[in-house]
């Protein structure tokens, strides 16, 4: 393909990042195969809140590790910005990794030695167009705990600290993998605010991966998923606001 | 199979890499100990049923000359089981197809084989036939070396007449396992010094000695008697003049035999404890990390109803199945480094046999030591995992508390840190066991290497020290007995004589209040050129006739400084007169003990003008193998030795057998460098995979997390390496206290050659270390870190 990037989607007007192109992805364990992909195809749009369902087993972990190219599909493609992933050796996977995106998990794994900013600094210290590192606390609302260990932080203040060093390095795209997974519902809900507002104000893609259904409702798009497929899209025309979702 | 056996066995294999480091390292240390042990009891066993065999002496008296009936009078001391006289010659032969002259040992045998006392071994051909004829039995490394065999002839100037000698046979005796001429050779060199075993009949009518001998050989029933029954002996042949007597353990042969004995010894004492200390540690780290890893699964299994016993037997067990592979394939390391170490033996040692066994006993004895080594660095694992809560366990554990660190109170240092710097300082404060563990690994094997390096260094160093500074002649001539000025001005007309230089060499009793020592003293001229004295700032020392120096040794030895006053007897000549002298200065010298006086000052205690038994020869240029031809024919001369020989030969065999304890040290320090480098940083890096693997998908590359790990192991091995270096010269200067003899001292001396060595091959451990822990970092599973929690 030899487009100018980004190509406008004739639906809706907006860029496409990501365009995922029947992705299929299978584990070979001694003599069975794992399906965990079958045949995925998807386009994701620059500066959107995607939202992808499923339940556990689904296939949703593995296309976010896909595209954050900390996994490859096995056969497929997956074009960024017209790029093909999946001709990227590890060392390109790595540059894509270090410039492009930025990864939010269920268990935050901070380094437990470094303090919040310290763990923030390790992320903006490898990019050349990072955010002060206070500034990325201020996105969270954590500059005041910025010296504390992530021990002394609670989950949800760790999990915000975790999207502070995500959003550092000034990524295209925030992959977030079950981020409210472990947290209680009003820190879960903090950090969902955190991310929209994030997604608002620095215009990156926002992706969240879950089995909470009711947090579909934030986003522009529900994807669901069940048994290595997208089942469908669902285009929300109206986004509800974090403050509004309950479960 | 147990499910517990089945877990044993599975979570050795998936620790493989660890387990395979500390099997190793016990490996290393059990074939040392089985290895070393053995071959220090079978060489003293070897020697001990070779002496009670062929009945080895255990006092030696040579003297003048003296009627063979006083045996008679000998045998009368109380103590005394049985002596015998015979004579002993040094004469020069020669060989033909060889132009360089050898020294033989004439050695009288009865014309009739008998049991006598160091008796010989015949390795092959026959005993003596004909009494008076000139068959002669050699001994059979002498034989070996110049290709000698039954049949052959040699050439011998007896008493200014040469003798056609025929070779009747090959021998070994008790009193040359180590052949070498005299103590200060230190070195056996085969080809230039054999004995000769002749018939009484043959060696009293060439030498004209009839009814006579000059020297005694006897052994005793109690060996602790053997300084009275010296005394005794020595009372009883005072008329005949005696030169020197000698108890077994003084013996030059016996004594190195002896020495290498100790210094085995000392090798099985020291090596194996520091490696099962270091296998206990490196099994305390992993399997302290084992159980905080699986403290889920404990209490899991307790749940279920497994006991707190079986569950620390669990961890115990790991430790001591390691140790027995470890100690079984030590025994296979044990049996090659029996027949590696043997071979060595054989070679310098003349024995006619070899045990080559290996002990049941001292491999039990190293198989228990494993154990409880194994068993004591699993104890506090095993304590830890008996003592889980189920209830608590199966809760995920609390997150690892971080706070400050000591560093960050100046704010100036913290503030200018990277933060891998700072992670790589606060996992430090964090892990400190592990951080003092690798450090001391670290230390121990650079102590190791140091020693290793300083010990070919300064076997090196002594040797140039003695031919390049102190010997500097071309060619050493001894003579027979005392000569006059004649013979000297008769070696100064020689041709390819550049220079000559009288030595007069006397053996005298140096006593002080309260302490006595058997001394040779050295004369030499004024002027010396060919025989240089270095005082211990190494500045060159004249001597003149009021002057009495003493080396350092000596000096210590003998408890005297400059000033003190020393009584000396003469311990040849019949009339035994005493002298007072001053010690006026102290030299240095590394091989062998001297003390020294001038030449002509020397003679005089001796009431001669002038006598020398010894000639410096300076040849002219690269003459000296020419002159050396030229004097096999001088009548006056029993031997001719050329300096550039002698220091080859010394620095081959010295230099051979440093470098392969080198290769067995560096051997030991690598293992133990590896092992506790890899383990630590194997644990390091699974308590941290996910920390680790995070950093990966944050875009970090392999190498830029490998780089925390590898600073880190920098940074504690540089810190290792300075704690080590103190370590390693107070192990030089023990190898040195360890090695001293009378025979030499290591100078403790440590060159910066032995120091950079040192760093380059910590810093190479330190570099196969990270190149292992890189795989693990390339193989890190991104996904599968981030998907669990611990």
């Not at chain 2, 998936?14 to 053995?38: D, K, P």
């Not at chain 2, 809560?389 to 609390?398: F, H, M, S, V």
């Amino acid at each position: 393909m030899n487009q100018p990037a980004a190509e406008p989607d004739a639906s809706s007007g907006r860029n496409v990042v990501f365009r995922i192109e029947h992705v299929r992805k299978e584990y070979h364990v001694e003599d069975t195969v794992v399906y965990a992909l079958r045949d995925a195809s998807l386009d994701i749009f620059e500066n959107e809140c995607l939202v992808i369902l499923g339940p556990s087993g689904s296939g949703k972990s593995t296309l976010l590790n896909i595209i954050g190219g900390i996994d490859t599909p096995s056969s497929g493609r997956v074009l960024f910005r017209d790029t093909d992933l999946s001709r990227y050796d590890r060392n390109a996977l790595t540059m894509y990794r270090r410039v492009n995106i930025g990864f939010v998990f269920q268990f935050y794994n901070l380094i437990p030695n470094l303090t919040a900013r310290e763990n923030v600094e390790m992320a903006a210290e490898i990019s050349k167009s990072a955010m002060d590192p206070n500034e990325a606390l201020g996105l969270v609302n954590l500059e005041l705990r910025k010296d504390h260990f992530p021990s002394q932080l609670s989950g949800g203040e760790q999990q915000r600290v975790a999207i502070a060093r995500a959003v550092a390095k000034r990524p295209d795209i925030l992959l977030c993998d079950e981020p409210t997974g472990a947290l209680d519902v009003s820190s879960g809900k903090v950090v969902l605010q955190v991310l929209a507002d994030v997604n608002r104000t620095t215009n990156a893609t926002v992706v969240i991966i879950t089995h909470n259904a009711i947090i579909g409702n934030m986003a522009d798009r529900v994807v669901h998923m069940t048994d290595g497929r997208i089942r469908d899209i669902v285009v929300n025309h109206e986004r509800a606001t974090v403050h509004s979702l309950e479960w | 199979m147990t499910i517990l056996t089945r877990k044993l066995l599975r979570d050795i294999w998936r620790a493989r890499g660890q387990s395979f480091a500390i099997a190793m390292l016990v490996c290393a240390g059990t074939s040392e100990y089985v290895g070393v042990a053995s071959v220090q009891r079978n060489l003293q066993l070897t020697r001990d049923e070779y002496y009670a065999d062929c009945r080895m002496a255990n006092f030696f008296i040579s003297l003048a000359r003296a009627p063979r009936s006083v045996a008679d009078d000998l045998r009368e001391i109380p103590g005394v089981r049985n002596v015998q006289g015979r004579i002993v010659k040094d004469v020069n032969l020669g060989i033909e197809g060889y132009e360089e002259s050898r020294t033989g040992r004439i050695i009288s045998l009865p014309d009739v084989r008998a049991p006598v006392i160091n008796d010989i071994v015949l390795i092959t051909g026959r005993y003596f036939e004909h009494r008076s004829t000139s068959e002669i039995i050699l001994s059979h490394a002498f034989a070996t070396a110049n290709k000698l065999k039954i049949g052959d002839t040699i050439t011998a100037s007896i008493n200014n007449r040469q003798h056609t000698l025929h070779i009747v046979g090959t021998g070994m005796s008790p009193e040359y396992v180590y052949m070498i001429r005299s103590a200060q050779e230190l070195i056996p060199n085969p080809d230039r010094f054999g004995v000769l075993w002749v018939s009484q009949t043959f060696a009293e009518q060439s030498f004209a000695m009839q009814g006579a001998c000059n020297d005694f050989v006897g052994t005793v029933e109690r060996p602790a008697e053997i300084d009275r029954i010296l005394n005794t002996a020595s009372s009883v042949l005072a008329p005949y003049g005696v030169f020197a007597k000698t108890n077994r353990k003084d013996q030059t042969s016996s004594f190195f035999l002896a020495n290498e004995i100790r210094v085995l010894g000392i090798a099985t004492a020291i090596i194996p404890p520091i490696f099962m200390g270091v296998t206990a540690l490196v099994l305390v780290v992993l399997l302290n990390r084992m159980v905080r890893h699986e403290r889920t699964q404990i209490g899991v299994m307790k749940a279920f109803g497994y006991s707190d016993a079986s569950v620390a037997a669990h961890y115990v067990w790991f430790a001591l199945v390691l140790g027995l592979a470890g100690c079984l394939a030590g025994y296979f390391g044990g049996v090659l480094v029996v027949k590696w170490v043997m071979q060595i033996y054989i070679r310098v040692f003349q024995f006619p046999t070899f045990r080559m066994d290996i002990y049941p006993i001292i491999m039990l004895q190293s198989a228990v030591l494993t154990m409880v080594c194994a068993a004591a660095g699993a104890f506090g694992a095993a304590r830890q995992a008996a003592r889980i809560e189920p209830a608590i366990a199966i809760r995920a554990e609390a997150p690892k508390y971080s706070r400050r660190i000591f560093l960050e109170r100046f704010n100036l240092i913290w503030g200018s840190l990277s933060f891998s710097s700072k992670m790589i300082a606060r996992n430090m404060a964090r892990y400190k066991f592990r951080a003092v563990f690798t450090l001391s690994g670290v230390a121990m094997s650079t102590a190791m290497l140091l020693m290793g390096w300083f010990l070919m260094d300064a076997v090196n160093y002594m040797i140039d020290f003695q031919f390049s500074q102190t010997q500097l002649e071309d060619v050493r001539v001894l003579l027979n007995g005392e000569q006059g000025k004649d013979t000297y001005h008769d070696l100064q007309r020689l041709s390819d004589v550049k220079a000559v230089e009288p030595v007069l060499q006397y053996p005298f009793e140096a006593r002080t209040n309260w302490r006595k020592k058997e001394i040779a003293i050295v004369g030499i001229p004024a002027q010396s050129t060919l025989w240089r004295l270095i005082d211990t700032q190494g500045n060159r020392v004249e001597i003149d006739k009021h002057d009495f120096v003493l080396d350092e040794r000596l000096a210590e030895q003998l408890g005297v400084q400059p000033g003190d006053e020393l009584v000396l007897k003469p311990l040849m000549g019949r009339v035994p007169k005493e002298r007072r002298v001053h010690v006026t200065k102290i030299v240095k010298q590394y091989l062998g003990m001297g003390s020294y006086m001038e030449i002509e000052a020397l003679s005089r205690v001796l009431d001669e003008p002038f006598a020398m038994n010894t000639a410096l020869i300076r040849s002219e240029w690269q003459r000296a193998r020419e002159l050396d031809k030229g004097l096999r024919d001088v009548a006056a001369i029993a031997s001719v030795r050329i300096k550039e020989d002698s220091h080859a030969n010394l620095k081959k065999s010295l230099g051979e057998s440093m470098r392969a304890v080198n290769v067995i040290i560096l051997g030991f320090a690598a293992a133990i460098a590896f092992a506790i480098i890899y383990n630590s940083t194997i644990v390091s890096l699974t308590e941290r995979h996910r920390e680790l693997a995070a950093l990966r998908v944050m875009g970090y590359l392999p190498s830029e997390v490998g780089r925390l790990i590898y600073n880190e192991n920098l940074l504690l091995s540089a810190i290792g390496f300075v704690v080590g270096i103190p370590l390693g010269i107070g192990l030089c200067g023990l190898i040195v206290m360890a090695y001293e003899n009378d025979l030499f001292r290591l100078p403790f001396k440590i060159g910066l050659r032995a120091y950079a060595l040192t760093i380059l091959t910590t810093f190479c451990f330190v570099t196969v270390a990270n190149l292992a822990a890189r795989r693990k970092i390339l193989q890190l599973d991104m996904v599968e870190a981030l998907k669990m929690r611990d």
